[in-house]
């Protein structure tokens, strides 16, 4: 039930394009949803979050769109550039308990093409 | 823009032998956590420090690992016993009121 699940693997966008990154999670409880991320060799970087009372929440190219009611989330990069090139991270933590644990994704490795 | 610092960025060890992975947080941040990546995977998180104590710990994080925060700006990980399978990237967070983090640029362990 602590599971994130996120999809796809992997993501080749031509330049200019939309990439779009899913997630789904099954514990109710969680109420913080980020989206980190990482080059390589380096550690991941928050790009956005949202909390469940918004169902979209922009900054940038970067947008996510949240689905309370069917427990999924998604990452929408816009205009995808070469230097996006990198892996993304969904993650969710359960922030009313005090629990501040982030459940992370499998990752998806975005790769975008000039 | 204030950084989570880690050191060393790459480790290789013996099977067996201890080790230390060091982090000094950002300064007026409360909230630390350790996580780690096995090569090509998940990042995983190990466990969280507050007020001097853990907070929260996962499965991973067990009697062989151990926490501290020695002098008011380090914070450590210590591995007693490294197994192979502790070889992984190991990052350092911290946040001022529990979310957001940020994290370190990682520890590479190789345990050979």
């Known amino acids: 039930q602590q599971q994130v699940k996120q999809s796809p693997q992997s993501l080749i966008v031509q330049k200019g394009g939309i990439s779009i990154i899913n997630c789904a999670y099954e514990n109710t409880a969680f109420d913080y949803f980020p989206w980190y991320q990482q080059f390589p060799g380096k550690g991941p970087a928050l790009l956005i979050a949202?909390?469940?009372?918004?169902s979209e929440k922009k900054e940038g190219r970067f947008t996510i769109s949240f689905n309370k009611s069917a427990k999924q989330f998604s990452l929408h990069i816009m205009d995808s550039q070469p230097g996006d090139s990198a892996t993304y991270f969904c993650a969710a933590a359960d922030m009313d308990t005090g629990r501040r644990a982030l459940t992370f994704g499998s990752g998806t490795r975005l790769q975008v093409q000039p | 823009e204030p950084e989570v610092t880690q050191t060393p960025s790459h480790q290789v060890t013996q099977m067996g032998q201890e080790v230390i992975l060091r982090c000094v947080p950002i300064s007026n941040h409360l909230y630390f956590y350790w996580y780690r990546q096995i090569l090509g995977q998940k990042v995983e998180f190990l466990v969280s420090?507050?007020?001097?104590?853990?907070?929260?710990k996962s499965e991973i994080f067990d009697d062989q690992f151990s926490v501290e925060r020695p002098d008011g700006s380090n914070f450590t990980l210590k591995i007693r016993s490294t197994k192979l399978e502790d070889s992984a990237m190991y990052f350092c967070?911290?946040?001022?009121?529990?979310?957001?983090?940020?994290f370190g640029s990682g520890t590479r362990l190789t345990v050979v």
């Open positions: 420090f507050y007020n001097n104590e853990i907070s929260e």
């Open positions: 949202i909390r469940p009372d918004v």
């Open positions: 967070a911290s946040s001022a009121r529990g979310v957001p983090y940020t």
